[in-house]
Every structure is written in C-alpha cells, then in structure tokens.
C-alpha cells in the first residue's frame, strides 16, 4: 500500500500567491503551510505587513 503525502505540506510554487485580504496585493508570501485547520495556511503580506489566512 502507497502513503498518501499530506495534502496540507504541499508547497509548491503556483499556489504560495494568495490575495492579500486587507490591500487586495498579491505580493504575498506562505508563511506556514497549515493554519488553524488542514483548509488553511498562513500567509504575510509584503505590501502592508499583515499576517492572514488563507484557504487551499
């Protein structure tokens, strides 16, 4: 039997981007791949400075 690699670790480049809640930048950068649940992650928004979460 094959080990499914959890899907919340995979931090491949296409989907670090997320849209910045608060400026609407995409200049923003993963911080962590799992947030509070395995559907969100963490991310920092280089234009303001904001921490926030994303899902995906």
Known sequence: MRRRLDPSVDVDEESESAE???????????EHPKGPSLCRSMHFCNAC???FEAFG
């Open 20 to 30: 910045c809640p608060y400026c609407g930048s995409t200049n923003t950068e993963r």
């Open 49 to 51: 400075g904001e921490p």
